[in-house]
């Protein structure tokens, strides 16, 4: 019977993709390194999000079979964060918002980059997401908006939000209208099918607008959003007071900051997140062929 290793690969491959993850690691430490270097230089809050989050609370690490990271900033700090990011990134890093690429769309997450890596096989598709930028070890930036007070105000911000992620879909290389089914895929067709025809500036700039227009509307109930998560996760609500409020934590080689109220945020999105996900779902999402990944560190010839 073949052995299997700790993330649940049988010997044929474990050498191989352990040593991709290891390479995508590398990157994305990297990456959140200079990212916490200009945020701190600036003085500008951020967070850990997600897994990014849950990696630095259960492994103090990257969780050993993750191929990403996550950080949220709240919209005045990602604001300031973008007016310096650009001249303050060091070379071999970029930095990509939606709209960088013409009328190609991928989402509406901006991303910074370390650009000597490489996560999957060059494609077409790779090509057309800003001549490939995406396909190297990258750190999302999503942004935490303003939650109104009113339900019913907030509602309508989700659904247009919702309605402008389906035009921007008929952006996108290529739509598999069968992945959606019922009224949703009825409503992705329609509406990508109308993007299409509207410049991506303008869904862009509409977007950014309806992210925003609950600024300050929040006195009461002192409640958060991401207004550029993927749209089946917009519903999702954050408490201030479990967000506002920092730590540093070890993660890797590195000191990064996380809520200090971690517990609630991740007790509230995983349950019991110290408990191990089923060898099944410890999967790659961006890393396709290990062969495929490479990485070339800071000083490397």
């Not at 430490?29 to 003085?43: M, T």
């Not at 999302?140 to 339900?151: K, L, N």
């Not at 945020?265 to 490479?294: C, I, S």
Request: aromatic letters at 10%; glycine letters at 8%.
């Amino acid at each position: 019977m073949p052995k299997t290793c700790s993330l649940g690969y049988t010997d044929h491959m474990d050498k191989v993709r352990e040593e991709a993850i290891e390479k995508v690691h590398q990157g994305l430490y990297l990456v959140l390194g200079e990212i916490d270097r200009i945020c701190a230089k600036y003085d500008i809050p951020y967070y850990l999000e997600g897994g990014s989050m849950l990696g630095a609370v259960r492994h103090h690490e990257i969780i050993p079979w993750d191929d990403d990271a996550d950080v949220s900033m709240f919209r005045a700090d990602y604001e300031r964060f973008r007016a310096v990011v650009r001249k303050e990134l060091r070379e071999g890093f970029s930095f990509t918002e939606p709209g960088d690429w013409g009328e190609h769309f991928h989402d509406f997450i901006p991303h910074v980059i370390y650009l000597d890596s490489q996560v999957r096989a060059d494609s077409p598709e790779e090509q057309y997401n800003g001549n490939g930028i995406l396909n190297h070890t990258i750190a999302d930036i999503f942004i935490v908006e303003d939650c109104a007070d009113s339900d019913l105000r907030h509602r309508w911000t989700i659904l247009k939000l919702i309605v402008l992620y389906g035009l921007s879909m008929g952006h996108r290389y290529r739509l598999d209208l069968s992945e959606y089914k019922g009224i949703a895929g009825l409503a992705v067709r329609v509406l990508s099918g109308i993007g299409k025809r509207i410049p991506l500036a303008k869904i862009l700039k509409a977007h950014e607008k309806a992210g925003r227009s609950e600024t300050g509307k929040n006195k009461k109930k002192d409640r958060y959003f991401h207004s550029n998560y993927l749209f089946e996760d917009l519903h999702i609500i954050l408490p201030g007071e479990r967000i506002r409020k920092k730590i540093r934590v070890p993660f890797g080689p590195l000191n990064l900051l996380i809520p200090e109220k971690y517990d609630e945020w991740l007790t509230a999105y995983f349950g019991d997140y110290m408990q191990f996900p089923p060898e099944e779902k410890r999967v790659q999402l961006h890393m396709d062929d290990p062969e495929n990944v490479w990485i070339r560190l800071p000083g490397q010839q």
